[in-house]
Nanobody
Framework: QVQLVVSGGRSVQAGGSLRLSCTVS????????MAWFRRAPGNEREGVATMGAGGGTIYSAASVKGRFTITRDNAKTTVYLQMNSLKPEDTAMYYCAADGLTADACARASSDFRYWGHGTQVTVSS
């Protein structure tokens, strides 16, 4: 059974940093596209960043470019989202996803992922 365990969300002040982690089990981690998504209250879920199996960032949302970085450690079967210079508008539930099913899943952070983790709440106060 595939499990994605997400951690790292908490409340932080604007300008601060957080690192989210998503540890995957039961899945051949080093073969698939990994991604972070978020959903703010009242908004649609949006792709934040994706990373290919080789470790390069494939997609990064314009709203987070230069501030958020996705990385992966295949040995630890974990993907990370380093979030710097956080803003109140980054407040959202953050989700990780594994195993992109289509080319757009990784290239455009569409929602076509086979596996999803539970969310972790990030709250940024001004």
């Amino acid at each position: 059974q595939v499990q994605l365990v997400v951690s790292g969300g908490r409340s932080v002040q604007a300008g601060g940093s957080l690192r989210l982690s998503c540890t995957v089990s039961g899945y051949t981690f080093d073969l698939g596209c990994m991604a972070w998504f978020r959903r703010a209250p009242g908004n649609e879920r949006e792709g934040v960043a994706t990373m290919g199996a080789g470790g390069g960032t494939i997609y990064s949302a314009a709203s987070v470019k230069g501030r958020f970085t996705i990385t992966r450690d295949n040995a630890k079967t974990t993907v990370y989202l380093q979030m710097n210079s956080l803003k109140p508008e980054d407040t959202a539930m953050y989700y990780c996803a594994a195993d992109g099913l289509t080319a757009d899943a990784c290239a455009r952070a569409s929602s076509d992922f086979r596996y999803w983790g539970h969310g972790t709440q990030v709250t940024v106060s001004s």
